[in-house]
């Protein structure tokens, strides 16, 4: 899926993310896997894709943050969204910043706890 993602029919690629999301829902793949995929996938011309990884990119962050923060998770996320900011694909920094402001306005990352 990371390496041909872009060439996949937009189909395909939504099962494979749905299965995915499902996966780590049910707690049986490491976040952080999902999530640098799930932000890598931001590249794809796919309006409908990247809406459903936004909100489950959002939603997975404040879930695993829910009962207590997860400090070394949040700054692999951190970084390698700082990553993507630099990224050669727009749509996808553009994406990777409205996370980051969206889990700032939802509370789950301001750093002034």
């Known amino acids: 899926l990371r390496r041909h993602a872009t060439i996949l029919d937009h189909e395909l690629r939504m099962t494979l993310c749905r299965a995915l999301i499902l996966l780590r829902n049910k707690n049986l793949v490491a976040p ?17 894709l990247r809406k459903t990884l936004f909100h489950h990119i959002v939603a997975d962050i404040k879930n695993v943050n829910s009962k207590r923060k997860d400090n070394r998770l949040n700054t692999q ?4 969204m700082y990553t993507m900011l630099n990224d050669s694909s727009t749509v996808a920094a553009k994406k990777s910043l409205d996370v980051i402001i969206e889990l700032y306005k939802r509370n789950v990352w301001n750093d002034a706890n």
């Open 32 to 48: 952080i896997k999902v999530l640098e995929l799930s932000f890598e996938l931001f590249r794809c011309q796919d309006k409908l």
């Open 77 to 80: 996320l951190q970084n390698f």
